[in-house]
């Protein structure tokens, strides 16, 4: 069975260009998180999407960050514009829910977004 | 102050040692506990994942919880040079689906 995937690895963008990252859980999985760790600091909770529906975005930090999982499959992250402080590692990790009773997060690789 | 705390390191070990991590939390809402591994340039491995107090087994891999001191540890047995890495712990509240919360991670070197 195929894990979280991410894409890309890794991006380079100057500040105020738009960037997007995708993400697609493991297959069946109804919920679907983002997480970020920026240099030196903890991974830090963004948002929770159930199928397609934002269950709890209280971890955006502004607004130049949307989210969106269309169809309750894949989810893109885009970051428009881009400032510096938003280099960093951004995971996106997914889990059963409901329809099993488990709840283990299970992570992809992560995307690396340098913003220069 | 932070909601979870867990010493940074670097913890090195000789090959074949315990290694023993912990954290320590503050917010007592928190009910599931997890650990992570992860390596270099890769994503977090989830390793463990307890519910409430008391301890987990898992081969080589040991989980204890202590809710009333908000402490939770992971024990490695017979550790190996491949164990090296960082762990991370992580924690939610009973809410189903609930967002973790994370340590900053305790970077492990086991020695051959």
């Known amino acids: 069975e195929a894990g979280v995937t991410q894409f890309p690895s890794h991006s380079v963008i100057e500040k105020g260009q738009t960037v997007t990252l995708r993400c697609d859980p493991i297959s069946g999985h109804d919920n679907l998180y983002w997480y970020r760790r920026v240099m030196g600091k903890e991974i830090k909770f963004l948002l929770h999407?159930?199928?397609?529906?934002?269950?709890?975005e209280s971890g955006m930090p502004n607004n130049r960050f949307l989210a969106e999982r269309t169809g309750g499959t894949y989810s893109t992250l885009k970051v428009q514009p881009a400032e510096l402080e938003d280099s960093g590692v951004y995971f996106c990790?997914?889990?059963?829910?409901?329809?099993?009773?488990?709840?283990?997060?299970?992570f992809g690789p992560g995307t690396r977004l340098t913003v220069t | 102050q932070k909601e979870v705390e867990q010493d940074p390191g670097p913890l090195s070990v000789p090959e074949g040692a315990i290694v023993s991590l912990n954290c320590t939390y503050s917010?007592?809402?928190?009910?599931?506990f997890m650990w992570y591994r992860q390596y270099s340039r890769k994503g977090p491995e989830l390793l463990m994942y307890t519910y409430s107090s008391g301890n987990k087994e898992d081969g080589r891999f040991t989980a204890q919880v202590d809710k009333s001191s908000k402490y939770i540890s992971l024990f490695i047995r017979d550790s190996q040079p491949s164990d090296s890495a960082t762990y991370l712990c992580a924690m939610s509240p009973p809410a189903a689906g609930n967002k973790l919360t994370f340590g900053g991670g305790t970077r492990v070197l086991v020695k051959p």
């Open positions: 990790a997914s889990s059963q829910g409901h329809t099993s009773g488990s709840y283990e997060q299970y």
């Open positions: 999407f159930v199928k397609e529906s934002k269950q709890d």
């Open positions: 917010n007592s809402a928190f009910q599931y």
